[in-house]
């Protein structure tokens, strides 16, 4: 057993869970373990490189998790299965804080649930949609202002392309010079960068309640009916734009190869997933559109795809030390699939947005 196993395997205490853990799931971001027997937990290790303020973390999904089960209750549902629950530590807690920098959390993990990294089929993405769709609504009226904002400028694009620009100039492990080519992909996009931006803060997209991480495995379906069931990863919950949920979902679960694919002829749009995304979600929140969030949905996927590519290939160049990797170049076979899926839609744009129209019945 390593190091962290022993930590972790003692930390399980201070939630009076006593059973051993393995590591688990495919997040990037957080150290995530199963508990070994029923009933079942997930302990995680918040990734404080990334998240600066843990506690403020916590307490954002502590209220949001409170608030959905009320909301959920309130609708006939199942709180129990249908949102995270947060077990509490022996000292009454939401988190076990191990020392500065390693905060430990517990959930209920939900049984007879799957998370898929790649939508199998056309109803899987559609139920996803459904419950990242729902989630939004549910929250249409949490009070925005009790949020912390747990990462500075989450989805600010044009800040991505500045820290890009920065990493490019500091290059501090020589790396710049092996994707010149990617550079300049980047370079040649900088525009699109403000385009929801600009509409914030011109006031023709509203800020919302919004998740902000929708990749599909960040949603639990249920492993008998299929239906989305809970939406989990709430870490990122804050104000944002419905754009950045629907942009991002689809970047993740439409894309014909997986988001680290090293042969890039596999990479591109799935016309049908976007298609069955778009159903789900603007059936659950096409209503509150306004006339600029139409125009941009389709596309949203295109800017999310650029940022979250934009974002692998400055992770590459600083050395790999936000996003876990799990081979050398992982980042940089990553930024190079999110660009060819940019290229991609750039030419399937005009299909995307007749699609999106047809959904909305325009
Ligand atoms: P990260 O922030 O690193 O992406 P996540 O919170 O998304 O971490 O967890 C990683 C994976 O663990 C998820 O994709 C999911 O498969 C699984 N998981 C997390 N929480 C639960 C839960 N409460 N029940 C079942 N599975 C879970
Ligand atoms: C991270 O935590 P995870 O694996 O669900 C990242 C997202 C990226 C995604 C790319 C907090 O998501 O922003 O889009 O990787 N989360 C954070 O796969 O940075
Ligand atoms: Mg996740």
């Known amino acids: 057993m390593n190091e962290m196993a022993y930590l972790v395997n003692d930390i399980i205490r201070h939630f009076d869970i006593e059973f051993e853990t393995s590591p688990y799931g495919n997040g990037h971001i957080n150290d995530t373990y199963i508990t070994g027997c029923k009933p079942r937990y997930i302990l995680q290790r918040i990734n404080s490189n990334v998240f600066k303020n843990p506690p403020a973390v916590m307490e954002n999904i502590a209220k949001v998790c409170d608030f959905l089960r009320e909301k959920i209750k309130a609708e006939g549902g199942d709180p129990d299965r249908e949102t995270l629950t947060l077990m509490r530590t022996v000292e009454g807690k939401d988190y076990h804080k191990e020392n500065e920098q390693d905060y430990f959390r517990v959930y209920k993990f939900i049984e007879d649930s799957i998370s898929l990294d790649t939508p199998e089929n056309t109803d899987q993405f559609y139920n996803a949609a459904l419950a990242f769709g729902k989630f939004q609504r549910l929250l249409s009226d949490f009070p925005a202002s009790e949020l912390h904002e747990t990462i500075k400028d989450f989805h600010h694009t044009p800040k991505r392309f500045e820290a890009l620009e920065a990493a490019i100039e500091a290059d501090v492990c020589g790396r710049r010079a092996s994707v010149e080519k990617e550079i300049e992909f980047a370079r040649a996009h900088k525009d699109m960068c ?39 990863d709430l870490d990122t919950v804050m104000p944002g734009s419905l754009l950045y949920d629907f942009g991002d979902a689809i970047r993740a679960g439409a894309n014909t190869a997986a988001e680290d694919e090293k042969d890039l002829d596999l990479v591109g749009l799935n016309v049908d997933m976007f298609e069955a995304f778009a159903r789900g979600f603007c059936e659950e929140l096409g209503e509150s559109f306004t006339e600029r969030e139409i125009e941009l949905l389709a596309t949203s996927a295109i800017i999310l795809t650029f940022e979250c590519g934009i974002r692998f290939l400055t992770d590459y160049l600083s050395g790999d030390t936000y996003f876990k990797i799990h081979r050398p170049e992982h980042n940089l076979d990553r930024a190079r699939d999110q660009f060819k899926l940019v290229y991609d839609m750039e030419q399937k744009l005009d299909e995307m947005n007749a699609i999106v129209r047809k959904v909305l019945g325009r």
């Open 194 to 232: 403000s385009l929801i931006i600009n509409g914030i803060e011109d006031g023709s997209i509203p800020l919302r309640v919004t998740h902000n991480d929708t990749k599909l495995n960040n949603v639990m379906l249920d492993a008998e009916t299929g239906k989305g069931l809970c939406v989990i």
